[in-house]
């Protein structure tokens, strides 16, 4: 059984405590005196054994088992007063009302605290695949809801679809496609993902399609301002290079002869070779506080016909008047791409 208790006790209701998933602080303060014992309880029909702390140490012997290795408390803090305890690696199911009961030589004294957990927005991803602009969040609680905008046209006049997914935490994934215009070169998409403890947006600007000869340098225009972190990529699934706010550019391996420059508004300096590698998507997404802007460009790589492999022939011609003397020196280039 549990250590006995003095016979004055005092009883309070603390506001709660809102968690964020991962992690998260239960407040309970006491006043402190020898002798210290600390419980805490989750109210859930039958007690639930959370923590115990008594004999200036931790006992853990009652602990459920939902809970091992996942609680703390402030030990250089309890002899002033505060019993709070840390838990680890929020769930769903840690969520209810917890006592916390301290004792001392002189009283004890009950707190309840009620624990809300949530699992904010943390990441909007939006891509443009086949004339299908998709917008996607996931690992969220309480249930989101996904909302559109587009420029210049409304999004009502588009046809679009949204899925949303419980998986076996209980967080939900939510998935938006919106059907666009065939071959829509100018419009912005906007997709907000919002629950009530916050939301999170993702813009799409579609930059009319680029040309560019093959073996030569393109600027791909991209406007940042204030951003905390930006990243090229290619073909969706390709990252060209990242930059986080107060860092260097960092270029991944298969790039770093492609990348010439990047400029202080995000714009790239690309080194571009033949159709087969350079042609397709280019990214370049802003990510601020709280949404990512995304700048999506189709770039075409056009073959200089000069560029292929053949033979030319340069011709040197000298010439003396008189007599007359002319040397013709043929040279034979093969040019290998």
């Not at 002869?257 to 280019?282: C, F, I, M, N, W």
Request: overall charge negative; hydrophobic content about 30%; charged content about 20%.
């Amino acid at each position: 059984s549990l250590p006995p208790t003095p016979p004055y006790s005092l009883t309070s209701r603390h506001p709660g405590g809102l968690c964020v998933w991962g992690s998260c602080v239960l407040p309970c303060r006491f006043q402190p005196n020898s002798d210290t014992i600390l419980h805490w309880v989750k109210k859930n029909g039958e007690d639930v054994h959370v923590h115990s702390y008594y004999d200036d140490q931790d006992q853990l012997g009652y602990q459920d088992p939902l809970y091992k290795g996942r609680t703390s408390l402030f030990h250089d803090q309890i002899s002033g007063g505060n019993a709070s305890l840390g838990l680890a690696r929020v769930n769903l199911q840690d969520q209810g009302k917890y006592l916390c009961y301290a004792s001392t030589s002189q009283n004890n004294q009950e707190t309840f605290v009620i624990l809300t957990a949530r699992a904010p927005v943390t990441r909007v991803d939006i891509v443009l695949v086949n004339n299908t602009v998709t917008c996607k969040s996931g690992g969220i609680y309480p249930i989101p809801q996904l909302t559109w905008s587009v420029s210049p046209r409304p999004a009502t006049v588009l046809q679009n679809t949204t899925e949303v997914h419980e998986d076996d935490q209980g967080l939900y994934d939510i998935s938006g496609s919106l059907r666009t215009v065939y071959n829509d070169t100018e419009s912005t998409y906007s997709c907000s993902v919002q629950n009530e403890h916050g939301a999170r947006k993702a813009t799409m600007r579609l930059h009319p399609p680029m040309e560019n000869l093959s073996r030569s340098e393109v600027l791909l225009p991209c406007n940042a301002s204030g951003l905390d972190y930006i990243t090229w990529t290619f073909n969706h699934n390709q990252t060209i290079l990242r930059r986080q706010a107060g860092q260097e550019v960092v270029v991944e391996t298969e790039w770093q002869q492609h990348v010439r420059d990047l400029s202080e508004s995000g714009s790239l300096l690309l080194y571009v070779t033949s159709s087969a590698q350079s042609e397709g998507t280019y990214r370049c997404t802003l990510r601020y506080a709280d949404e990512e802007d995304v700048t999506h460009i189709e770039l075409k790589i056009l073959e200089d016909p000069n560029e292929e492999g053949s033979s030319s022939t340069v011709g040197i011609i000298l010439g003396v008047v008189d007599p007359v003397i002319i040397l013709i020196i043929a040279i034979n280039s093969l040019y290998i791409i």
